[in-house]
């Protein structure tokens, strides 16, 4: 995570575009002393996976699902299937 003042960002606005692109690193824009009022900088990447996780823990059956699957990971109990073979997948 790196702060920069909008000054700065104004005059390196494509410099710290690709940076932040390149490194999916947060950039913080502090505005008129009220950390309230900040701008985050983040990659379309970052983005796109803080939108997903939102979306996947946005209901109780959601979360529910996904640790029972952790747990199943955690204790070995996994089952290989190929994506072309539709047989093998078990709902």
Same mark, same amino acid.
């Given at each position: 995570?790196?702060?920069? @003042? /909008?000054? &700065?960002?104004?005059?390196?606005?494509?410099?710290?575009?690709?940076?932040? *692109?390149? @490194? %999916?690193?947060?950039?913080?824009?502090?505005?008129? +002393?009220?950390?309230?009022?900040?701008?985050?900088?983040?990659? /379309?990447?970052?983005?796109?996976? =803080? @939108?997903?996780?939102?979306? =996947?823990?946005?209901?109780?059956? +959601?979360?529910?699902?996904?640790?029972?699957? /952790? %747990? &199943?990971?955690?204790?070995?109990?996994?089952?290989?299937?190929?994506? %072309?073979? %539709?047989? *093998?997948?078990? =709902?």
């Amino acid at each position: 995570m790196k702060a920069v @003042t /909008i000054s &700065s960002l104004r005059t390196n606005m494509k410099g710290y575009f690709d940076e932040v *692109s390149a @490194t %999916e690193d947060v950039l913080i824009v502090p505005r008129n +002393n009220n950390e309230d009022d900040a701008i985050v900088v983040i990659s /379309i990447k970052e983005y796109n996976a =803080l @939108t997903e996780t939102a979306h =996947l823990m946005s209901t109780e059956a +959601n979360r529910k699902r996904l640790d029972k699957s /952790i %747990e &199943s990971l955690k204790n070995g109990r996994m089952k290989q299937f190929s994506v %072309e073979d %539709e047989k *093998s997948v078990e =709902l």
